[in-house]
């Protein structure tokens, strides 16, 4: 369905927080949006794969020197933060959940997302220079490592950043092996092609409340609509060893589980917006989510 907004002058063709019922609809714009013969760290068959499934997966993408100061700067920064809204904890147990703005907060993990195998490969399917819109490190600790309920990432960021179109993908990094029993990814593959709606306005200031609840009451999935992308298109959980990386469209539906193993499955999120897609004011939701969240 596209409807014309009495507030802003473009077509909004993603509309969603609806007021009754949520739709599963054909995503209007493309997904490789460079063209798949377009010269990048990734060949054609693997962009062609891309555009199927919605990821890609490559392995040694960092070093496990990359890894240890990684993860020494990112416990370095969270003592030196204490309270701080850039720090998420598990609700439950107190321990440190998400790190946002790490890229700013960490030289380290600057210099990564500058690296020619992250940002040239959003360059490369984005078909546009890039800008980081977010990034973050997900540490799920060992018998304290909470879930992550089903989303679309471009459903929230449409709704409450502005964000216009799918035209951003995250990489997610490794930093610890991700097995199939400590909290991996799961992504529904092909469901980056068809936009699901949630039900609920979304209320002033609900984006704390979203960072640390197991399932948020505004931006989630039906569990009917789940049940029909999974039963149509499958569940794909994505392992691999320390310093592997994801690449996944940000309108793919995903989820983790939590971890009650002693393994801790820490990844590092980092996610790129193209230029031309730039945020304006949002558009299911009173007012923008704070810089740490959504880089402007």
């Known amino acids: 369905m596209v409807t014309q907004t009495a507030t802003r002058s473009v077509v909004d063709v993603y509309r969603t927080r609806l007021s009754e019922h949520s739709q599963i609809e054909p995503r209007p714009h493309p997904v490789v949006w460079s063209g798949m013969n377009t010269p990048g760290p990734m060949s054609g068959p693997e962009l062609r794969r891309y555009d199927e499934r919605g990821y890609h997966t490559a392995s040694s993408v960092i070093s496990g020197d990359d890894i240890g100061r990684c993860l020494d700067d990112v416990h370095a920064v969270t003592d030196r933060l204490g309270e701080d809204d850039r720090v998420i904890r598990e609700p439950s147990s107190g321990d440190v959940r998400s790190l946002f703005a790490v890229h700013q907060l960490s030289d380290v993990v600057a210099e990564i997302c500058a690296r020619d195998e992250i940002v040239g490969v959003a360059r490369q399917i984005l078909g546009d220079d890039v800008y980081v819109h977010q990034s973050r490190v997900n540490l799920k600790p060992g018998f ?4 992550f309920y089903w989303h679309s990432d471009f459903e929230t960021w449409h709704a409450e950043d502005g964000m216009p179109a799918p035209r951003a993908l995250s990489v997610s990094i490794a930093l610890t092996p991700n097995h199939s029993y400590n909290g991996a990814l799961m992504i529904v593959p092909g469901s980056h092609k068809r936009f699901v709606s949630c039900v609920g306005e979304t209320p002033d200031g609900y984006h704390e409340e979203s960072l640390v609840s197991y399932r948020p009451p505004f ?3 039906e569990e009917g609509d789940v049940t029909e992308l999974t039963d149509d298109l499958g569940i794909d959980t994505i392992t691999g060893p320390a310093g592997s990386a994801l690449y996944f469209d940000s309108n ?6 939590g971890n009650i193993t002693p393994y801790p499955r820490s990844n590092l999120f980092v996610v790129f917006n193209a ?11 009173p007012q923008p989510r704070p810089d740490h969240l959504a880089h402007r």
């Open 219 to 221: 931006g989630t999935p």
């Open 275 to 285: 230029k031309s897609n730039a945020l304006q004011e949002p558009f299911g939701a």
């Open 252 to 257: 793919c539906m995903h989820a983790s589980s």
């Open 144 to 147: 304290a490592g909470g879930p």
